[in-house]
């Protein structure tokens, strides 16, 4: 079956850097776009940064600057470099895959994988 998978999250001072990885498994065909969602305590759930099969990114104005997205397309992972992180990029960080097709004709529109925790404090 079709996983998302992150890594890299944790605990890091303001200033400071993370880099968060997602990888995609399970018999994939192809993925339209990816990205990265944040979703503070008591707060929706909030575009990140997406990167399309062409490369062509999109950010938040919240990160521009500051977060980078890139993607490996034959391995199905998305990457997101975070710089200069501050108390405010605290949250879920969630990796979503649009337009995934898989094994024997398999789709989904939206996919999720179960987040990891980035915490900016001092």
């Known amino acids: 079956q079709v996983q998302l998978m992150e890594s890299g999250g944790g605990l890091v001072q303001p200033g400071g850097s993370l880099r968060l990885s997602c990888a995609a498994s399970g018999t994939i065909f192809s993925i339209n776009a990816m990205g990265w969602y944040r979703q503070a305590p008591g707060k929706q759930r909030d575009m990140v940064a997406t990167?399309?099969?062409?490369?062509?990114?999109n950010y938040a104005d919240s990160v521009k600057g500051r977060f980078t997205i890139s993607r490996d397309n034959a391995k199905n992972l998305v990457y997101l470099q975070m710089n200069s992180l501050k108390p405010e990029d605290t949250g879920v960080y969630y990796c979503?895959?649009?337009?995934?097709?898989?094994?024997?004709?398999?789709?989904?529109?939206?996919?999720w994988g179960q987040g990891t925790q980035v915490t900016v404090s001092s």
């Open positions: 979503n895959a649009e337009g995934l097709r898989y094994y024997r004709g398999g789709y989904y529109h939206s996919f």
């Open positions: 990167i399309t099969s062409g490369n062509t990114t």
